[in-house]
């Protein structure tokens, strides 16, 4: 069943402005990554952020992780119309295979 | 570069015809994903080989099945598509014990 619930599923904005995904999930994790997924491509991993930690940066990129709230959130920052994508929330659970759980996705469009 | 392959990238075959999707990978990593991604939906994962253990998500049907003759390579067949299994199949691949999986650029499957 699917874990990870974003919103909203659709986001529309200006170059420049900053952009906030959310991800709501149900059971317990071991850590949440965000992916993208460009048109008919596949997914690359954006940021990593372990059930232990409560925010982490990369480039223009910021995620935040509520364990009690059992939600995340993706804030890109002076969005570019290059960050047009579908933005996927994936938990993942512990152990030698480690099985993500993707959500439905949030489609970003960054217009010019 | 390194990287994860996968062929061909556009697939079209016939109710019933039998299909088999390639996945190549140079990471030297030994778990290796497939998942199924319908239209507007979360990526859905089918099975998962942690070198050469087979793992089968419980309900992916019969109808897949998959080969892994050695670490670079791994196969989806789809012994009998029907309509409902047009698709993009992703692969990804990752290290046992790390978190964040690499993924090719998919194939999407269309059944006539």
């Known amino acids: 069943s699917q874990q990870g619930e974003e919103d909203p599923q659709a986001l529309s904005i200006q170059e420049g402005e900053n952009a906030t995904m959310n991800c709501s999930y149900k059971t317990s994790i071991n850590n949440l990554q965000w992916y993208r997924q460009n048109s008919g491509r596949g997914l690359v991993h954006l940021i990593l952020?372990?059930?232990?930690?409560r925010e982490k940066h990369s480039g223009r990129l910021r995620v935040t992780l509520d364990t009690s709230k059992k939600s995340s959130s993706l804030l890109i920052t002076a969005s570019r119309a290059a960050d047009t994508a579908s933005y996927f929330c994936a938990t993942g659970d512990t152990g030698a295979n480690s099985k993500l759980t993707f959500g439905k996705g949030i489609t970003l469009s960054v217009r010019p | 570069d390194a990287m994860v392959i996968q062929n061909p990238r556009y697939q079209v075959t016939q109710f019933g015809k039998p299909v088999t999707l390639s996945c190549s990978q140079t990471l030297n990593h030994n778990v290796m994903y497939w998942y199924q991604q319908k239209s507007s939906q979360a990526p859905k994962l089918l099975f998962h080989y942690y070198d050469k253990d087979f793992n089968n998500e419980a309900d992916t049907p019969d109808n897949f099945q998959s080969r892994r003759p050695n670490t670079s390579f791994c196969f989806l067949d789809i012994r009998s598509p029907g309509l409902g299994d047009a698709a993009m199949y992703l692969c990804a691949t990752n290290l046992a014990y790390t978190d964040t999986q690499y993924f090719g650029p998919g194939t999407r499957l269309t059944v006539l």
């Open positions: 952020i372990r059930s232990n930690e």
